[in-house]
């Protein structure tokens, strides 16, 4: 039985929840370093991993893994031997004949080499030379008439970044060589049992760079089953085979959220050019004929990125800026505010004070105005929104 070509639009606003907590920022010791941001932190790791003599005490293990990789890629008279490398990092290139500046000196990131055969690695997020010379690398690896191979590792394989000599080189991912070493540690009871330190580094470095997210809980699970009952979706649950339901459903999901995203941002975007409007026209008027001094003097509403979704009421100096905030930005204020909200409101509009002394909004607080009464056009006469900025600056 084939998937229906669309999904109740409901679905994935009864989803959000439980898949939100699961996308969640979770802790992973990678994460928490910010490292394996820079090629040369992941060289480390990976030849740590390759290196027989490395405190993780898998031996050869991993380096026979890589090698194993490698020769998928070569003829079979052409396979290396899978053991006996030596490792080394910011190994400097030969120069060679028939290419301009022979003196000068190009690095590769990691190199495996015995005395009959070697692998010259170049690490980088994308399989891509990135302005480093093939050449010079397999000239590296052929030295003492060795046999050779140039191999990239890197996170994504994409093969139009190949060339220049780059589309001779065996290309092998991160989530290929660390899939491959997580299978021989979970068939390894007695490495996992012996080295409890290194089996948690291996664990948290293929979470960060395989697995993505965690799974969800099951709570969460629980959750989303009933969202499928819920929004007449359970009968994907009978369609075979299984694994491509689940494939068609996820895209189906991914082509829904996109949507849904953007109409969103289109409400957002409304909702400031009115509110910025009713601004103008007549919020700066309610408030000046009550304060005795200190009036607003302009409306400032150029911003970007998270902070676009507002409003700032400009006062003169030293006097603090009050801003009317929403959706995204007033996310983005409550968790700055010395004192946020309990359970706030997001359909609405906010008011805050911003506090040089703090170097951020000193207070927030609810207006009672929601975004869908911005949209519509507040009336002339209604002062919600003059009472909450009063309110604020007041204290």
Known sequence: ??????????????????????LSEQFNVFRVMHHGTHEKQLSNVFAWLLDPEGTHELGNAAQGLFLDLINEHLPAEDHLPRFGYGVAQEVVTPGHEGLPNPESADIADILLSSPGAAVVVENYGTSDGHGHDYHRYLALGRAGDRDAVVALLCQRHEMHLQRDGWEQAVVITYAELLDAVRSYVASDRAWTRQHPDQHFFLRQLFEHFVEGPAAMNTDDTLAFLTA?????ESERYGYLPHDRAA?????????????????????????KRALGIFANTVLVEQINRELADGPVEDVVTEFRGLWTWGVKLRRSAPLPDVFLVFGPTAVLEMD????RLENPDYSQVFVDLKD?????????????????????????????LRDAVLAIIAG
């Open 247 to 271: 494939e068609e459903f996820g895209d189906l999901i991914a082509a829904q959220a996109r949507r849904q995203l953007a109409e969103s941002r289109a409400l957002l975007a409304t909702t």
């Open 228 to 232: 499928m009952c819920n929004t007449g």
């Open 356 to 384: 040089s002394a703090v170097g951020g909004p000193s207070r927030i607080g609810p207006t009672g105005v929601s975004l869908v009464e911005v949209m519509d056009g507040l009336p002339a006469d209604d002062v919600r």
């Open 336 to 339: 700055q505010v010395p004192r």
């Open 1 to 22: 039985m084939a998937a229906p070509p669309a999904i109740a639009p409901e679905l994935v606003t009864a989803l959000v929840p439980s898949l939100s907590r699961s």
